[in-house]
């Protein structure tokens, strides 16, 4: 009988740990895609470049922590996303920048949605 609650006491644990690695990325990830989301909504071409590069360092800070996690194929399809963007600015192409913002954004979401306790994802 004594096993049992070892096993039970075994599940919660990988239960809250779960969570807590979902509730961490998701304020993690949540930040920089609404920090490139803001980017690609910005008017003046300076606050978008300062926007995305901001996104691009928080994006560097946690990415230990998401390769950790995540699946690499979505962290590298991340990662040329944002040295497509490092191009733009360079070049000041504003409308690609923009797009390119908008795609990062949602590919972030993708990579904290794959993180969520869902049913979906239990499956």
Same mark, same amino acid.
């Given at each position: 009988?004594? @096993? +049992? %609650?070892?096993?039970?006491? +075994?599940?919660?644990?990988?239960?809250?740990l779960g969570i807590?690695?979902? #509730?961490?990325?998701?304020?993690?990830?949540?930040?920089?895609?609404?920090?490139?989301?803001?980017?690609?909504?910005? #008017?003046? &071409? =300076?606050? $978008? $470049?300062?926007?995305?590069?901001?996104?691009?360092?928080? &994006?560097? #800070?946690? %990415?230990?922590?998401?390769?950790?996690? $995540?699946?690499?194929?979505?962290?590298?399809?991340? *990662?040329?996303?944002f040295a497509q963007? *490092?191009?733009?600015?360079?070049?000041? *192409?504003? $409308?690609?920048?923009?797009?390119?913002?908008? @795609?990062?954004?949602?590919a972030i979401r993708?990579?904290? *949605? =794959?993180? @969520?306790?869902? &049913? %979906? =994802?239990?499956?």
């Amino acid at each position: 009988m004594r @096993r +049992i %609650w070892i096993g039970v006491g +075994i599940l919660l644990g990988l239960l809250v740990l779960g969570i807590l690695v979902m #509730q961490i990325t998701d304020r993690r990830l949540g930040a920089v895609s609404d920090t490139l989301q803001q980017a690609a909504q910005a #008017q003046d &071409w =300076n606050e $978008a $470049a300062s926007l995305s590069t901001l996104a691009q360092r928080q &994006w560097k #800070q946690r %990415w230990h922590l998401m390769a950790s996690l $995540a699946d690499h194929t979505d962290m590298d399809a991340v *990662e040329s996303l944002f040295a497509q963007l *490092e191009v733009c600015r360079q070049y000041k *192409e504003k $409308a690609k920048h923009a797009s390119l913002c908008a @795609r990062l954004s949602e590919a972030i979401r993708d990579l904290e *949605e =794959n993180h @969520r306790l869902t &049913w %979906w =994802n239990l499956l």
